[in-house]
């Protein structure tokens, strides 16, 4: 599968964004899709989750409360509407893909090219 990432932006502490990861593929829905980000110096880590089976999600807890993961699988396509945005939220976002993932550990096999998200104080 291929994934396109976009919906990344300049954006003011307390603002929000919306994130799209679009999919290629007819098999959308066999995929447990992630979000990660990025800052610089700084390693990659998980922001959110949403399972192929029943779409339950998970958050890191620097992100609960604030972002919320969904998915549209007609639209072959996963959402991260990221609310209440800190500077520390500045970072390159990037979706990832598994197939038939039902454990949040673990290595994703597919991976978008990211979105820039900075968020200003």
């Known amino acids: 599968v291929q994934l396109q990432a976009s919906g990344g932006g300049l954006v003011q502490a307390g603002g929000s964004l919306r994130l799209s990861c679009a999919a290629s593929?007819?098999?959308?829905?066999?995929?447990?899709m992630g979000w990660f980000r990025q800052a610089p110096g700084k390693e990659r880590e998980f922001v959110a989750g949403?399972?192929?089976?029943?779409?339950?999600?998970r958050y890191a807890d620097s992100v609960k409360g604030r972002f919320t993961i969904s998915r549209d699988n007609a639209k072959n396509t996963v959402y991260l509407q990221m609310t209440t945005l800190k500077p520390e939220d500045t970072a390159v976002y990037y979706c990832?893909?598994?197939?038939?993932?039902?454990?949040?550990?673990?290595?994703?096999?597919?991976w978008g090219q990211g979105t820039q998200v900075t968020v200003s104080s």
């Open positions: 990832a893909a598994e197939k038939y993932r039902s454990a949040w550990s673990g290595d994703f096999s597919f």
């Open positions: 593929g007819r098999t959308f829905g066999t995929y447990t």
């Open positions: 949403i399972r192929w089976s029943d779409s339950s999600t």
